[in-house]
């Protein structure tokens, strides 16, 4: 397949090359998306009842794994092949970044990160998870873009930043307040801890897609922050 002469050095992930990340400017001001920004609270919404609702871990872990298995074998055709390529992307049009063409798809990374949260960390540190991930990162991006105006790394603004916090904060509060019985200040110190390790999850990912890293790093700080005060 030919790529255009601005793409960054080849990843070695397996046998397969994928892209890195285009560096800055390329990074900035992504255009908005609002049907993006709905899938992705769909998917957050969609993987809170897989967790909640399925009988047992090793369901989620074959559900899991089920679909990591579809997201990397059609990334590993999609670089053998232009029209395959263009297919897919013709089809993920009106939720792809134009970047995603000569990059892992951003719906990969979320897949392989679900799996990850199944296969090692608690159930409600997982939905903390992706409650962050499916609420903060659309709205830190829908403020970032209209009213950010003091720059941070990667393209990112101090007031999307800010965003991604609260709402990744509410949103955590809500999941706790449904569906566990716990004092109040525990929801409050467990929901902050991990939006704070969301949000600075997606500053400082650079070569890995944050549909990857927040998820993961929010599911890790909410476990560290269990084992800190067991009584939570």
């Not at 400017?25 to 908005?32: G, S």
């Not at 719906?107 to 962050?132: D, H, K, M, N, Q």
């Not at 003091?150 to 955590?172: D, N, Q, W």
Request: proline share 6%.
């Amino acid at each position: 397949m030919s790529k255009p002469a601005y793409d960054a050095p080849a990843v070695e992930i397996g046998d397969i090359a994928f892209e890195a990340p285009v560096p800055a400017p390329a990074q900035v001001a992504r255009p908005a998306n609002y049907t993006r920004s709905i899938f992705h609270v769909a998917s957050g919404g969609l993987s809170l009842a897989l967790l909640r609702l399925m009988p047992g871990r090793g369901s989620l872990i074959a559900i899991a794994a089920t679909f990591v298995v579809v997201a990397w074998t059609l990334e590993a055709i999609r670089r053998q092949s232009p029209a395959a390529n263009d297919l897919l992307m013709k089809i993920l049009r009106p939720i792809a970044h134009p970047r995603e063409r000569y990059h892992v798809n951003s719906s990969t990374w979320y897949c392989t990160a679900l799996l990850i949260l199944t296969l090692f960390f608690p159930l409600r540190a997982a939905e903390i998870g992706v409650v962050v991930l499916g609420l903060a990162d659309p709205a830190a991006g829908f403020i970032g873009r209209r009213f950010g105006r003091t720059r941070l790394r990667t393209g990112r603004s101090l007031e999307g930043t800010l965003t991604f916090v609260v709402a990744g904060t509410v949103g955590a509060l809500a999941s706790l307040a449904v569906f566990y019985a716990m004092p109040w200040s525990s929801r409050i110190i467990l929901a902050i801890a991990g939006a704070v390790a969301g949000a600075i999850a997606e500053l400082v990912s650079t070569r890995l897609d944050d549909n990857f890293t927040i998820p993961l790093t929010t599911a890790l700080a909410v476990t560290a922050t269990q084992l800190i005060f067991p009584g939570m």
